[in-house]
C-alpha cells in the first residue's frame, strides 16, 4: 500500500478534518482515506457504476405492467363520490 505525506495544511482546514474524523469516530487519516474512496472512484468502480446505469436506462423503457390488482386514482375517486 502506498503512503501519501502533505505538507502545509492550513490549520483551519486541519481543524476541519481533526472534528469530521471525530465526528465518525476515525482516526483523520482513516476518514482522509474515506473522502479519496468517495471521491476519486477507481476504474473498477466506475466500471461497476456504468454497468448500473445502463440497467437503470434499460428499465426506464419497460412498458408499465398495468393497473394491476389495484383501482386507478380515478376509480377510487368516482367510488368515494358515489358514498
Avoid: C, W
Avoid at 26 to 32: L, M, N, V
Amino acid at each position: 500500500m502506498a503512503t501519501l505525506y502533505v505538507r502545509n495544511i492550513p490549520e483551519e482546514l486541519y481543524r476541519a478534518l481533526r472534528k469530521r474524523a471525530q465526528q465518525h469516530r476515525k482516526t483523520i487519516a482513516a476518514e482522509i482515506r474515506t473522502m479519496f474512496e468517495e471521491n476519486f472512484p477507481t476504474a473498477s468502480a466506475l466500471r461497476k457504476r456504468k454497468r448500473i446505469f445502463r440497467h437503470l436506462e434499460n428499465l426506464r423503457f419497460l412498458v408499465s405492467p398495468g393497473q394491476g390488482p389495484f383501482p386507478s386514482s380515478e376509480q377510487m375517486q368516482r367510488e368515494d363520490r358515489e358514498r
